[in-house]
């Protein structure tokens, strides 16, 4: 069973910073581009970035460039989002999905992590 | 960025209607596009993929159409687990971008 699942949320203050991680199986993680998606208290969905499969190309909302860093290890199969100079704005649940690229397929999708930013 | 635009925000419908839910794309997305179903305190979860695909295990009475800029969503017969906020995605080029939502509710 494919399986996605995040940790490394919390409360964090104006200008901290905060790495999360996504941990996956039942796939093979190297083969397969990984996205995350986030959605703050009572909105919709805003995608954040992404990654392909090697790492060797990223990708960032203009909402998180410069802030937030997208990596992962495929020998550890897991992916990261390393967040800086975080803001009030960032309050989200952050998600993880798999994601097949230029089909509208993010799945499965982890049980997400909260990130709450607020002093 | 290209924009994702929903409708209705909301709809009221009872077990067993028949329920559209359309996107429309600020430009054409080709069919790189996909439905989701969010239940309340979970996560998105895949419906359609390629604009006309059914996710495996995903009923049959949920089906896609459409391509280019315009997207619909059918729920052939709604049931009990059906009530939920769908979302639209577009994955035809960056930033992958989400429609603002659609809640079904019960009329």
């Known amino acids: 069973e494919v399986q996605l699942l995040e940790s490394g949320g919390g409360l964090v203050q104006p200008g901290g910073s905060l790495r999360l991680s996504c941990g996956a199986s039942g796939f093979t993680f190297s083969n397969f581009a990984m996205t995350w998606v986030r959605q703050a208290p009572g909105k919709g969905l805003e995608w954040v970035s992404a990654?392909?499969?090697?790492?060797?190309?990223?990708y960032y909302a203009d909402s998180v460039k410069g802030r937030f860093t997208i990596s992962r290890d495929n020998s550890k199969n897991t992916l990261y989002l390393q967040m800086n100079s975080l803001r009030d704005e960032d309050t989200a649940i952050y998600y993880c999905?798999?994601?097949?690229?230029?089909?509208?397929?993010?799945?499965?999708w982890g049980q997400g992590t909260l990130v709450i930013v607020s002093s | 960025a290209i924009q994702m635009t929903q409708s209705p925000s909301s709809l009221s419908a009872s077990v067993g209607d028949r329920v559209t839910i359309t996107c429309r794309a600020s430009?054409?997305?080709?069919?790189?596009f996909g439905w989701y179903q969010q239940k309340p305190g979970k996560a998105p979860k895949l419906l359609i993929y390629a604009a006309s695909s059914l996710q495996s295990g995903v009923p049959s009475r949920f089906s896609g159409s459409g391509s280019g800029t315009d997207f619909t969503l059918t729920i052939s017969s709604l049931q009990p687990e059906d009530f939920a906020t769908y979302y639209c995605?577009?994955?035809?080029?960056?930033?992958?971008?989400f429609g603002q939502g659609t809640k079904v509710e019960v009329k």
């Open positions: 990654i392909s499969g090697s790492g060797g190309s990223t």
């Open positions: 995605l577009q994955d035809y080029n960056y930033p992958p971008t």
């Open positions: 999905a798999k994601r097949v690229v230029g089909s509208g397929w993010f799945d499965p």
């Open positions: 430009q054409g997305i080709r069919n790189d």
